[in-house]
């Protein structure tokens, strides 16, 4: 009998507080499974994503990814912080085979044009005294 290699996708998305992982399957083109950090929040963990939190949640989904049956993956990663750096460090360890790696961050391009500057007014304040002095009748 022929043995069936699960062939998957890890999509990333990483912000400065949280990181969204998903599993996507290339044969079936269908999501199998999907997680944030801040499902783990519960279990003492801070919201932010630094390395060691991300870490923790990265071996959590691997060993999901690997109760499922994948052995090749591909990694697209979108955004920046460490949390990328861990979470590639993780799938190394695990022994998943990956075959490649692709990173779709956006680039800035300077942003926007801003909104034209409000033009104020500049009101004066005469003082009594001084209108009566400027006045042309006195």
Do not use: W
């Not at 999901?64 to 049956?69: A, R, T, V």
């Not at 750096?85 to 990956?98: E, G, M, Q, S």
Request: some cysteine; charged content about 30%.
């Amino acid at each position: 009998m022929l043995s069936i290699i699960k062939k998957g996708l890890i999509c990333v998305r990483t912000t400065k507080r949280n990181v969204l992982i998903s599993l996507i399957d290339i044969n079936e083109k269908k999501v199998k499974l999907s997680s944030s950090l801040g499902c783990l929040k519960g279990t003492g963990f801070d919201k932010r994503a630094n390395y060691a939190s991300v870490r923790a949640f990265s071996e959590i989904f691997t060993r999901k990814i690997q109760e499922l049956g994948y052995t090749d993956v591909s990694l697209m990663l979108r955004g920046l912080g460490v949390s990328r750096v861990a979470l590639i460090h993780v799938i190394r360890d695990y022994n998943l085979k990956l075959n490649r790696i692709t990173d779709e961050t956006l680039s800035s391009h300077n942003g926007c044009r801003p909104s034209k500057q409000r033009r104020k007014k500049i009101r004066t304040r005469i003082s009594f005294k001084t209108k009566k002095l400027l006045s042309p009748g006195s």
